[in-house]
C-alpha cells in the first residue's frame, strides 16, 4: 500500500480527542435533543394540565388527564389496542415461523435473498395503499365476496369489523416479523438438528428442544417489534376498523387533529404509550440478559 | 422439522405454507392491478381492459405533487441522516464519556416510540417555538427518525469491524478525518446504504408524523391519499400503486444486483 | 425544563403575524366537493391564480387543524354558518370590505341576515341544504320517513347503514328524533339521545360524512346520514337511490366562505370570492356539484329541473320542522363531545 506523502512538509496539529468526539456527536446531538428530547419533556408539562385546547393558558396543575385514563371508556380503548397488538403478534409469529424456516433452511441456497427480499418486497408500497386494497378486498361487494358466492358460499362480513384490522395489521407487520426470525434461523447450527435427529428426536422433538431456544432472541425481537409496531397503529383501525375499534393511536389522533381537542389528555395518552413501550423492552431486556445467562 | 434431504420430489409442508403466505403477501398488490387495468374500477367484475387510469394518473396534478413532495422529503431528510447518523455511530463506537448511556438511550428512542407520540410532541413543540409548519418541518421532524435508523443499521456492522483498520492509517500518516474518510467510509458503507434505504421507505410511507407536522400547502402521499380514502376514492390510485410497486421492485432488484455483485467481488 | 407555572399560551394563533404567500396561488380549505377541476381552471383562466383545495370533513375537524398549525396555509376557508361565530369570537376572521366584493346584494334575504353572520361582516354564504336519510329503494321496500325508521328497521339495515362523523349533526338528529331541539342544552336530554345511539351503534357499518357515496352506489349499503347536495350527487348516478327530510326534523345547514386574518394571500381570496359570487359561476357551480346556491341571481339561471328539485330546494312545507345548528356553551359543547367520545370508543 502506498504511502501518500502530505503536501505539507510542517507537522500538522493532531485534532484533540474531544474535538473529534464533538464533531461527531454533536450533530445528531443537537437534532435529537432539539426534536425529541424537548418535546417529549413538552407533552409530559401538557399532559398536567386538564382540559386545554389552542389558545389557552398552560398551568400544569395536576394528574387529572391521568385519572381520566382510569374511567371504562378510555380503558377500553387501551386493551382493546393491547388486544390488536398481541393477537397480531401471535398471528404473525404462527405465519413467519415457517415462512422464515423454509427460506433460512430449507431453500435453495442461491435463491435465498432473493426469497426474502421477494417477500418483504411489499413492504415498499405505501402501507395506506395496501390497507386500500384490503378495503376493495374485504368490503360487501368487494373481491373476496365475490369470490365466495360465485363458489356458491355465504358472504363474508369482515371489512369495519375486528377481523378486518386483525387482517391489516398482521398483513403489514408480517415481513418484519420474517426479516427478524430469518436472521435467527440463519444462524442456526444445522448439526444441532442432525445430532438431535442421530440421538433419536422427532421432527416436533427437534423443533421445541433445538430449534426454538436457539432462536428465542430473534422470536422476542420479532414479537416485540410486532407488538410495539402494532400498539401505535393508526392507520388500520381507522380504516379498516369501524365503529368498534377505536384505539390508543385514534384516540390521541382525535385530541389534536379531531373534533375532541383536549392537547392535555392527547398529551397524557402518549405519555402513557411512551411508558407502556418502555417497560415493555426494559422487561425484555431483563428477560433477555436472564435468558442470555442461562445458556 | 428433519434435516434437509437430497430428495427432489419431497415438498414440505413449509414450503406449501411458504406459497400461500407468499399469496398473501401479494394478493392486495395483484387486486390493485387488476382494478388499474379493469374498465369499470370498482366493480370486482372484469370490464375489459383499459390504461386509461394511468393516462388519468398522469395528469392526477395533486398526486403527482403530493408525490414529489414525499420524494423531496424522503431524500433530503434521508440525505441529512446518512450523514450525520453515520457520524453520530462512529462516535458512540469509539468514545467513551460521561452521559454516553443517556445519548444512547435517546439516540434508540425513535426506533421505539410510536409514531403517534413523535409526531404529537413534534407538533407541540413547533407550536411553542411558534415555528410555522411547512415543507421543511416535515423534513426537520424525518430527519430524527431517519437517522435513528441509519446510526442503528451502522453501529450493527461498525461492531463487526476490525478496530484497528484506522489506528494502522492512522500510524500511517492519516489524520483523523483521512482515516475517516479513506479507510473507515468504504467499509461501512454497505451498512450506510441499507440503512439509508431503509429510512426511506419508512420515511415515504410516514403519515401520523407528516400530518401534524406539515403545512403551508404540503402534502405528502400517504396524506393526500388517505383523505381520498377517507372522502371519495378516484379510480387512478390503483394506477399510482402498481407505478410504485414496479419502482420499488426495481430499485430493490437493482439494489441486490450491487450487493450481490460486490460480495462476489469481496469473496474473490 | 422547569415546569413553569407562568403560563405560556398554547398554540395561539398568530393572527398578527402574516406570512405573504406566492402571489399566484391560493390556498382553499373546504368540504368535498365544492371545489372541482373545472372551476379551479375557470379561476385560473380569469385571473391566472392557482387554486389548491384541501378537504375536511367536519367543522370541529377544520378548526382543530386551523389551530395547530395550518393556520397560515389557507387564505379561504368554507366554515358552516354557526361556527363562523365561534371563530370571530377567537379573531380568526378577518372583516370583508365590502367595497372589494361585487354582487353580495344577490344573496337571499334570509342569509345576508343570518343570525350568525347579520349584514356579511365575516363571511359570503356559498351553499346550504338539509340533512337527510339517503336511501336505496330497492332495497328497502319500505322507504324510510323519519330518523326512526333505523331504529324500527334496525335488523334489516344492520351492517348496511352509516351516520355521518359529526359530532353536532348526529347527536342532533337522535336528540329531534326524541322530540327535542337539534342545540338542547339539557344534560338530560343529551344523556338520552346518547344512549339511543348506543341501541343503535351495533348496526352502524362506520361513521363517514363522506365515504357513504362510493358504499352506497357499489351497493355495499342500503341507507345513509348524508347532506343533501351529496345525495343529488349520487342520484345523479343512480336513480334507484332517493332522499328523504326525516319528520321528525333536521338540520338546515349553510356554508360560508371566509378570510382568516392568517391569510397569505388575502387579494387572492377577494378575487375567489368575487369569483363566487358571479351569477353564471354560482349557477353553473349547482348544475355540476349540486349543492343549493343561495344566490338569487344565479337561482334565476338554472334550468327548471334543478329549480324544482325537491331534493335541492325544498318547498316551505318541508321546511317546516328544519333547525339550523346553533354555537353552543363551552360547558355543553365538552358534554356532547364527551358522549360523542365515550360512543366511538366502546
Known amino acids: ?295 | 422439522m428433519q434435516a434437509p434431504s437430497k430428495s427432489p420430489l419431497r415438498i414440505s409442508w413449509q414450503a406449501l405454507f411458504s406459497v400461500l403466505m407468499f399469496g398473501f403477501m401479494y394478493l392486495p398488490i395483484l387486486v390493485l392491478g387488476f382494478y388499474s387495468f379493469n374498465q369499470s374500477p370498482n366493480s370486482a367484475q372484469w370490464g375489459g381492459f383499459t390504461l386509461s387510469w394511468y393516462v388519468k394518473f398522469f395528469n392526477d396534478s395533486r398526486i403527482l405533487s403530493a408525490l414529489s413532495d414525499s420524494l423531496t422529503v424522503a431524500f433530503c431528510a434521508v440525505g441529512i441522516s446518512a450523514i450525520i447518523g453515520t457520524l453520530m455511530a462512529v462516535g458512540l463506537a469509539r468514545y467513551r464519556f460521561p452521559g454516553k448511556q443517556l445519548y444512547q438511550g435517546a439516540s434508540y428512542l425513535p426506533l421505539i416510540i410510536p409514531d403517534i407520540a413523535i409526531a404529537v410532541s413534534t407538533l407541540v413543540f413547533l407550536a411553542v417555538i411558534a415555528v410555522p409548519l411547512s415543507l421543511w418541518t416535515i423534513v426537520a421532524a424525518h430527519t430524527v427518525f431517519c437517522l435513528s435508523y441509519v446510526a442503528f443499521v451502522v453501529s450493527t456492522r461498525l461492531v463487526n469491524l476490525n478496530p484497528h483498520l484506522e489506528e494502522a492509517a492512522q500510524d500511517l500518516g492519516a489524520t483523523p478525518y483521512q482515516s475517516l474518510v479513506r479507510v473507515l467510509l468504504p467499509e461501512l458503507m454497505p451498512a450506510i446504504v441499507s440503512g439509508c434505504l431503509l429510512a426511506f421507505v419508512l420515511s415515504m410511507d410516514d403519515f401520523l408524523i407528516a400530518s401534524f407536522t406539515a403545512g403551508g400547502g404540503a402534502t405528502t402521499l400517504p396524506m393526500e391519499i388517505f383523505s381520498r380514502i377517507r372522502t371519495s376514492v378516484k379510480p387512478d390510485i390503483n394506477a399510482l400503486s402498481v407505478v410504485l410497486m414496479v419502482a420499488s421492485g426495481a430499485v430493490a432488484l437493482i439494489a441486490e444486483t450491487i450487493r450481490y455483485r460486490s460480495e462476489k467481488k469481496r469473496l474473490q | ?346
Open chain 3, 1 to 346: 425544563m422547569a415546569l413553569s407555572s407562568c403560563g405560556w399560551t398554547l398554540a395561539k394563533v398568530q393572527t398578527d403575524q402574516v406570512r405573504q404567500g406566492a402571489s399566484d396561488e391560493l390556498h382553499v380549505y373546504t368540504w368535498s366537493n365544492y371545489v372541482d377541476q373545472e372551476l379551479i381552471d375557470a379561476f385560473r383562466s380569469q385571473t391566472g391564480i392557482k387554486v389548491i383545495s384541501d378537504v375536511f370533513d367536519s367543522n370541529e375537524t377544520m378548526l382543530a387543524t386551523f389551530q395547530a398549525g395550518k393556520a397560515r396555509t389557507y387564505s379561504i376557508i368554507y366554515p358552516s354558518d354557526y361556527k363562523v361565530s365561534q371563530m370571530v369570537k377567537l379573531g380568526y376572521l378577518s372583516e370583508l370590505d365590502h367595497s372589494r366584493l361585487d354582487g353580495l346584494q344577490n344573496i337571499l334575504p334570509r342569509f345576508q341576515k343570518s343570525v350568525h353572520d347579520s349584514g356579511n361582516r365575516f363571511s359570503v354564504p356559498v351553499s346550504w341544504g338539509t340533512t337527510g336519510l339517503i336511501y336505496n329503494s330497492e332495497k328497502l321496500t319500505e322507504p324510510p320517513t323519519d330518523w326512526n325508521y333505523l331504529w324500527t328497521h334496525k335488523d334489516k339495515l344492520t351492517r348496511r347503514l352509516t351516520l355521518m362523523d359529526d359530532v353536532r349533526e348526529v347527536m342532533g338528529a337522535v336528540l329531534r328524533s326524541l322530540g327535542y331541539s337539534y342545540n338542547s342544552t339539557d344534560p338530560q336530554q343529551i344523556k338520552q339521545a346518547y344512549e339511543k345511539l348506543q341501541e343503535l351503534k351495533p348496526a352502524i357499518t362506520t361513521f363517514t360524512t363522506d365515504a357513504w357515496r362510493d358504499q352506497l352506489l357499489a351497493g355495499d349499503l342500503s341507507i345513509a346520514m348524508g347532506y343533501s347536495a351529496d345525495a343529488v350527487n349520487v342520484i345523479n348516478q343512480n336513480p334507484k337511490l332517493k332522499y328523504v327530510i326525516p319528520t321528525s326534523g333536521t338540520s338546515l345547514w349553510s356554508d360560508t366562505m371566509v378570510i382568516p386574518k392568517t391569510a397569505p394571500n388575502p387579494d387572492a381570496a377577494y378575487a375567489w370570492l368575487s369569483f363566487m359570487l358571479q351569477p353564471e359561476v354560482a349557477a353553473r357551480v349547482t348544475e355540476r356539484l349540486f349543492f343549493a346556491t343561495p344566490n338569487q341571481a344565479a337561482f334565476n339561471q338554472l334550468p327548471d329541473t334543478l329549480k324544482n328539485n325537491v331534493t335541492l330546494f325544498p318547498p316551505q312545507n318541508l321546511l317546516d320542522k328544519v333547525e339550523t345548528v346553533a354555537p353552543l356553551d363551552k360547558s355543553i359543547l365538552e358534554l356532547y363531545e364527551k358522549y360523542w367520545t365515550k360512543l366511538t370508543s366502546s
Open chain 1, 1 to 295: 500500500m502506498s504511502t501518500k506523502v502530505p503536501s505539507e512538509s510542517r507537522p500538522i496539529a493532531p485534532t484533540p480527542q474531544w474535538l473529534q468526539a464533538l464533531l461527531l456527536l454533536a450533530p445528531a446531538g443537537v437534532w435529537l435533543a432539539l426534536l425529541l428530547v424537548i418535546p417529549t419533556l413538552l407533552i409530559f408539562e401538557l399532559s398536567l394540565v386538564p382540559n386545554i385546547k389552542p389558545g389557552d393558558l398552560v398551568n400544569p396543575s395536576g394528574l387529572g388527564n391521568y385519572w381520566r385514563i382510569f374511567q371504562s371508556d378510555v380503558l377500553n380503548v387501551i386493551g382493546r389496542s393491547l388486544l390488536f397488538a398481541t393477537g397480531t403478534t401471535l398471528l404473525c409469529l404462527l405465519m413467519g415461523f415457517p415462512v422464515a424456516y423454509w427460506i433460512a433452511l430449507l431453500s435453495p441456497k442461491r435463491w435465498r435473498n432473493l426469497l426474502l427480499l421477494a417477500f418483504v418486497l411489499p413492504l415498499w408500497t405505501s402501507s395506506l395503499l395496501r390497507s386500500y386494497a384490503w378495503i376493495s378486498i374485504l368490503r360487501p361487494t368487494g373481491v373476496l365476496n365475490t369470490l365466495l358466492t360465485s363458489l356458491g358460499l355465504p358472504t363474508l362480513d369482515l371489512l369495519n369489523r375486528s377481523p378486518a384490522v386483525f387482517i391489516g395489521m398482521t398483513y403489514s407487520l408480517l415481513p418484519y416479523m420474517v426479516l427478524i426470525l430469518y436472521a435467527s434461523l440463519e444462524k442456526l447450527d444445522r448439526r444441532f438438528l442432525e445430532a438431535a435427529a442421530d440421538l433419536g428426536a422427532t421432527p416436533p422433538q427437534a423443533f421445541w428442544k433445538v430449534t426454538v431456544p436457539q432462536t428465542l432472541p430473534g422470536i422476542a425481537a420479532g414479537s416485540l417489534l410486532v407488538f410495539i409496531t402494532g400498539l401505535g397503529d393508526f392507520i388500520n383501525p381507522e380504516l379498516l376498523g369501524g365503529t368498534s375499534s377505536m384505539t390508543a393511536a385514534r384516540l390521541i389522533y382525535n385530541q389534536f387533529l379531531g373534533a375532541t381537542q383536549n392537547w392535555g389528555f392527547g398529551s397524557a395518552l402518549s405519555m402513557v404509550l411512551i411508558l407502556a413501550v418502555s417497560l415493555a423492552i426494559a422487561l425484555l431486556i431483563k428477560y433477555g440478559d436472564k435468558n442470555a445467562s442461562s445458556l
